[in-house]
């Protein structure tokens, strides 16, 4: 009840009026929401939003002491980007595995087989939708894609996970950039091609904690699709760096058909991107809801992480939680905090933000099979689940190998896209 109208009785038309009033009050002051349109007012992915270009001083937060002096705080500037609202999730990381089964599988039926020099992406799909699994005839020419005999329970015939790979290629233009002196050389110089493994480590549940019985989270977690808007782990960086591939390539083919001009690519962040985004636009704070507490005024947890001693169900999640549980930051992105820590494609040095440029900072390292283990870290932002409150802070850093899986690690992607006309 508005307090100067308390006391007074009133007629029905004008409390109705008074309400409208207030009604068009609150949406005329109500803020913005972000990151659901670009600036011609067309919606782009509904996965993504917008993130605005600006500045803010990276670095350890006051209480972060013991990294003070490793990395001094620096004042960057970040250009705009589009980030996915979540981390990925079980059901959209499917999809890739889903597509690289289907394009082998006409590889081995019509393309000669899965090991020839093609790309994974060349398919001819109203074909490949056609294929008949149930006829005997082929799966003898699935047969290389199969589990062997030996390792089929019950007799099940299924596809060999270790054989689910993706090849695609690309120009390594920091490479290029390096070696090259204007047009002296092709770019087909720098051309790198993988062949990356994408089916997830499903073991990791079971291989991060010792003596502890994790075997239903090993068996369903991600494929049983109760699971489905959860966030994908046991995935490696590698394989993250895949699905940013196969995903820019779903959408060039799109855009293909709809005879739309090729525009970003998808890709991981790198961290000082990350670490922006979270802040959500709040320069100094420690978490992307800005109060330096882990808790709200009603005592309700603002993350998914470890409170107390290991009080793991006390929000009602255990290990994950969707990927949309809890308030998204001001940004709108969910779970830059808890959840799940998420890769970025920066490598990790103690004292990088002491040399890194404050123009779109990027550390970057492409390190080969060959090469020791100190090139292959790769920063990890955010904590997860099974961290204690001082991991979610916004500036927090931590590694992980990149050929390794762990069962508290996901991703997300972002996307470069051209300046939009305001007309």
Same mark, same amino acid.
């Given at each position: +009840?508005?307090?100067?109208?308390?006391?007074?009785?009133?007629?029905?038309?004008?409390?109705?009026?008074?309400?409208?009033?207030?009604?068009?009050?609150?949406?005329?002051?109500?803020?913005?929401?972000?990151?659901?349109?670009?600036?011609?007012?067309?919606?782009? !992915?509904?996965?993504?939003?917008?993130?605005?270009?600006?500045?803010?001083? +990276?670095?350890?937060?006051?209480?972060?002491?013991?990294?003070?002096?490793? =990395?001094?705080?620096?004042?960057?500037?970040?250009?705009?980007?589009?980030?996915?609202?979540?981390?990925?999730?079980?059901?959209?990381?499917?999809?890739?595995?889903?597509?690289?089964?289907?394009?082998?599988?006409?590889?081995?039926?019509?393309?000669?087989?899965? =090991?020839?020099?093609?790309?994974?992406?060349?398919?001819?799909?109203?074909?490949?939708?056609?294929?008949?699994?149930?006829?005997?005839?082929?799966?003898?020419?699935?047969?290389?894609?199969?589990?062997?005999?030996?390792?089929?329970? @019950?007799?099940?015939?299924?596809? !060999?996970?270790?054989?689910?790979?993706?090849?695609?290629?690309?120009?390594?233009?920091?490479? $290029?950039?390096?070696?090259?002196?204007?047009?002296?050389?092709?770019?087909?110089?720098?051309?790198?091609?993988?062949? @990356?493994?994408?089916?997830?480590?499903?073991?990791?549940?079971?291989?991060?904690?010792?003596?502890?019985?994790?075997?239903?989270?090993?068996?369903? *977690?991600?494929?049983?699709?109760?699971?489905? =808007?959860?966030?994908?782990?046991?995935?490696?960086?590698?394989?993250?760096?895949?699905?940013?591939?196969?995903?820019?390539?779903?959408?060039? $083919?799109?855009?293909?058909?709809?005879?739309? $001009? /090729?525009?970003?690519? *998808?890709?991981?962040?790198?961290?000082?991107?990350?670490?922006?985004?979270?802040?959500?636009?709040?320069?100094?704070? +420690?978490?992307?809801?800005?109060?330096?507490?882990?808790?709200?005024?009603?005592?309700?947890?603002?993350?998914?992480?470890?409170?107390?001693?290991? =009080?793991?169900?006390?929000?009602?999640?255990?290990?994950?939680?969707?990927?949309?549980?809890?308030?998204?930051?001001?940004?709108?992105?969910?779970?830059?905090?808890?959840?799940?820590?998420?890769?970025?494609?920066?490598?990790?040095?103690?004292?990088?933000?002491?040399? +890194?440029?404050?123009?779109?900072?990027?550390?970057?390292?492409?390190?080969?099979?060959?090469?020791?283990?100190?090139?292959?870290?790769?920063? /990890?932002?955010?904590?997860?689940?099974?961290?204690?409150?001082?991991?979610?802070?916004?500036?927090?850093?931590? *590694?992980?190998?990149? !050929?390794?899986?762990?069962?508290?690690?996901?991703?997300?992607?972002?996307?470069?896209? $051209?300046?939009?006309?305001?007309?």
């Amino acid at each position: +009840m508005i307090p100067f109208l308390k006391n007074t009785r009133i007629n029905f038309p004008i409390a109705a009026l008074s309400i409208l009033i207030l009604s068009l009050t609150v949406i005329a002051f109500a803020p913005a929401k972000k990151g659901k349109r670009n600036s011609s007012g067309k919606r782009l !992915d509904p996965q993504t939003v917008s993130i605005p270009s600006g500045s803010f001083y +990276m670095g350890a937060s006051d209480e972060q002491m013991d990294l003070s002096m490793v =990395n001094r705080k620096k004042l960057v500037s970040v250009q705009s980007f589009w980030m996915d609202r979540t981390e990925v999730t079980n059901e959209q990381y499917r999809r890739f595995v889903k597509y690289v089964s289907d394009s082998l599988k006409f590889l081995a039926i019509y393309g000669g087989g899965i =090991n020839q020099n093609e790309d994974t992406i060349r398919v001819d799909w109203a074909r490949a939708t056609r294929i008949n699994q149930n006829s005997k005839a082929v799966l003898e020419k699935l047969n290389e894609l199969l589990l062997s005999p030996d390792n089929r329970i @019950q007799g099940k015939i299924e596809i !060999d996970p270790n054989k689910l790979i993706y090849k695609y290629s690309f120009v390594d233009l920091k490479a $290029a950039a390096k070696a090259s002196k204007g047009l002296e050389q092709s770019l087909g110089d720098y051309l790198i091609t993988v062949n @990356q493994n994408v089916y997830p480590d499903t073991l990791v549940w079971m291989r991060d904690f010792s003596y502890s019985y994790n075997e239903p989270l090993a068996k369903r *977690y991600y494929a049983h699709p109760a699971y489905g =808007n959860y966030p994908v782990v046991g995935v490696t960086w590698k394989q993250a760096v895949a699905f940013c591939h196969w995903r820019t390539h779903i959408q060039n $083919a799109d855009f293909a058909k709809k005879k739309i $001009a /090729v525009d970003g690519d *998808y890709r991981l962040p790198n961290e000082a991107e990350w670490e922006y985004a979270a802040r959500g636009g709040r320069t100094s704070t +420690m978490f992307p809801w800005g109060s330096p507490y882990l808790r709200n005024k009603k005592g309700c947890l603002l993350a998914n992480f470890k409170p107390g001693r290991g =009080n793991y169900p006390e929000d009602g999640g255990f290990y994950t939680v969707k990927a949309t549980a809890y308030w998204p930051n001001d940004f709108g992105l969910y779970n830059m905090s808890g959840n799940v820590a998420e890769w970025t494609a920066s490598y990790f040095y103690e004292g990088s933000y002491n040399f +890194m440029s404050d123009l779109s900072p990027d550390v970057r390292i492409e390190a080969d099979e060959n090469d020791p283990p100190r090139m292959k870290r790769k920063v /990890v932002r955010g904590g997860s689940w099974k961290d204690v409150g001082n991991a979610l802070q916004v500036s927090a850093r931590a *590694y992980e190998y990149q !050929d390794t899986a762990k069962s508290y690690i996901g991703f997300r992607t972002v996307i470069d896209l $051209a300046p939009r006309s305001k007309k």
